[in-house]
Structure formats: structure tokens, C-alpha cells
């Protein structure tokens, strides 16, 4: 049995509201044959499910940038944001009036305009509960969005400065994503012993995961690849299955 490790947007899926069939057909062959088949997403559980397949739901989800899991339907965060450095975003939010969406395990709170690509994407199964950014307690991932490239470098490198904070830009999309430090898809693989694997992804937060795997398969949806010696992949729905097929 082998590891396959999938992240999602634009990855595997491309419109943030399904995958193509096709390529659930291949991923599905992977299981038949007996392989372990895991998704891992920058999305929290509540949004990684409505997007998957219900037959997926039981198998391994790291979300939240690995942030939090579910195995087999059941949610354990690994670990949360510390109350003086979610202090700190907090302050940065008000200061200059940032759109934000701050999770928690499972509720979150956000303000968000209708045109950020991210405004459909948030609890579209109306899993969970919209609340003041007062009453999160526990926050598990903070998204500073529609960030110009000034204010983005500017945030980043205050949060470096000042926080304790693992802080990633998705490419091209002037958003920043914060989790407690030393968090990531890797790193919470890692955490549930899971070291030897194949990785699919296409974004800044999959480098650790891609890095460390065994074999892995960059979809050049947004960028070439940002690790070497990875199988270059276009968004192309018959080449990534293509690259999924030659694994079963």
C-alpha cells in the first residue's frame, strides 16, 4: 500500500466547487488497488467536505493548511493560534481595515467583499455558524485577503517581526495565510507518522509536502515549479490523470 496525497484548488479541482470526474474516477482506481488515498487543503474541514465525493469523507483530510484533521469523520485540530499573537492579527485587522476570514474548529467569522474568488468557497454545505470575530476563542487559521503587494510585504513582514506566526502568500492572489508556527500539510503528516508518500500539488503551501515526498507531481495552475526534481504537470484534466494512472 502507498501514500497518494492530493491537495485541492487547482490541483485537482478548478471552478473551488468539485472535481471533474475523470480524475475522481482515476483517484478512485488508486483505492481499489489498495492504496491510501489522503486530501490536504489551505480550506478547513467544513469546506474540504462539500467539495468531495461523499464516498472521501471517511479517508484522511488535513485542512487548514494542516492546521486540523478529520480521519474517518472525526475533527482533531493540531494545533491552534496563540491568544497574543491572534491579538496581534486582530489589531492589524482593525488597523487598516483588512477583509478577513478567521476559523475556528469549525465555526469562523469573516468579512469578505462579493468579488474575492474565496466569497463562494466559505461554508457552502451551511455546515457551521458566521460569528463576530470577537467570539473566536480559538482560531486555528486567519486569511488576510485582497491585500496590493505593498500592504502584503508590509503585514508580512510585521507578523515575522512581531509573532510567532507561519505566514504564506498564495501566488498571485494577494492573499496571506497564517497558521501557528511549524504548521503545515507537512508537518502534520509527519505528526501522524506518515513519511513515506506521493504529493499533487501547485501552490506555495504544498512545497514542504512536495519537498519530503517520495515521488511528486507539480500542476502548473498558477506557477512552474517552485521544487526541484518534481514531475511537471499542466491543469489539464487528461494530463493529471494521466500522472494519477501511472502510479496504479
Not at 471517511?58 to 482533531?76: P, Q, R
Not at 491579538?87 to 474548529?105: A, G
Not at 455558524?129 to 487559521?141: A, C, D, G, N, Y
Not at 506566526?165 to 507518522?193: C, F, M, P, Q, R
Request: charged share 20%; aromatic share 8%.
Amino acid at each position: 500500500m502507498k501514500n497518494f496525497v492530493f491537495d485541492i484548488d487547482g490541483t485537482i479541482s478548478f471552478n473551488g466547487q468539485n472535481i471533474p470526474d475523470e480524475i475522481i474516477a482515476s483517484i478512485k482506481e488508486l483505492m481499489v488497488n489498495g492504496h491510501r488515498v489522503i486530501f490536504a487543503s489551505a480550506r478547513p474541514i467544513r469546506d474540504l467536505l462539500p467539495v468531495l465525493p461523499d464516498e472521501f469523507n471517511d479517508n484522511l483530510l488535513i485542512g487548514a493548511n494542516g492546521a486540523m484533521v478529520s480521519d474517518n469523520s472525526k475533527i482533531k485540530i493540531i494545533n491552534t493560534i496563540n491568544s497574543e499573537d491572534a491579538k496581534f492579527v486582530f489589531e492589524l485587522i482593525t488597523k487598516y481595515q483588512l477583509s478577513y476570514v478567521v476559523d475556528s474548529d469549525w465555526n469562523y467569522a469573516s468579512q469578505i467583499t462579493e468579488n474575492n474568488c474565496m466569497y463562494g468557497q466559505i461554508d457552502i454545505g451551511n455546515f457551521a455558524r458566521q460569528i463576530p470575530l470577537s467570539m473566536i476563542e480559538t482560531p486555528v487559521k486567519i486569511i488576510l485577503l485582497d491585500l496590493n503587494n505593498k500592504l502584503l510585504n508590509k503585514i508580512s513582514e510585521s507578523l515575522r517581526t512581531n509573532t510567532d506566526l507561519a505566514v504564506v502568500s498564495h501566488i498571485g492572489e494577494g492573499n496571506l495565510n497564517i497558521t501557528a508556527n511549524d504548521v503545515n500539510k507537512y508537518s502534520t503528516l509527519s505528526k501522524l507518522g506518515i513519511t513515506e508518500y506521493m504529493a499533487f500539488g501547485n501552490d506555495k503551501n504544498d512545497v514542504e509536502m512536495l519537498q519530503h515526498a517520495q515521488s511528486g507531481v507539480w500542476i502548473t495552475s498558477k506557477t512552474s515549479p517552485l521544487v526541484d526534481n518534481q514531475i511537471e504537470c499542466t491543469a489539464d484534466i487528461s494530463e493529471i490523470t494521466k500522472n494519477i494512472n501511472q502510479f496504479v
